[in-house]
């Protein structure tokens, strides 16, 4: 998985400029019979700009309860304070067919490889 051109800018020197800050990723999952969204897992490490995360093998159970159809989010999240940056959305079923570059705001992207 890569994410590129990320935008993490964070309020540095008491708020009053930006500075990158240290982020998770996160991949998610619906949770069933709701629209809200739980971490399956977060990839090892803290980061600070565009990455090339370790490939990881997650059981289909795990990642979407076995359901291709079940809505999947891929986020970066501050480190320290928790506040989302950015989250990319798609499916088991999307990610089968192909269509693995996801797009975020902007400009930040995210590439599934080897899926």
């Known amino acids: 998985m890569r994410l590129q051109n990320v935008n ?3 309020g540095g ?3 009053m400029c930006l500075e990158p800050a240290p982020f998770v990723i996160e991949i998610q999952k ?4 709701s ?8 990839c ?17 159970a795990q990642l979407c309860n076995s359901d291709p159809k079940a809505h999947l989010r891929f986020i970066y999240r ?4 928790k506040r989302e940056f950015n989250a990319f959305n798609t499916t088991l079923e999307d990610l089968q067919a192909g269509r693995t570059t996801l797009n975020g705001a902007v400009n930040t992207n995210i590439i599934i490889e080897g899926f």
């Open 8 to 10: 993490n800018l964070s």
């Open 13 to 15: 020197c008491m708020g």
């Open 30 to 33: 619906t949770v069933p019979g």
């Open 35 to 42: 629209n809200n969204f739980a971490t399956v897992v977060t």
């Open 44 to 60: 090892p490490g803290i980061f600070r700009g565009s990455v090339n995360v370790p490939k990881q093998i997650i059981p289909l």
């Open 78 to 81: 501050n480190y320290e304070t």
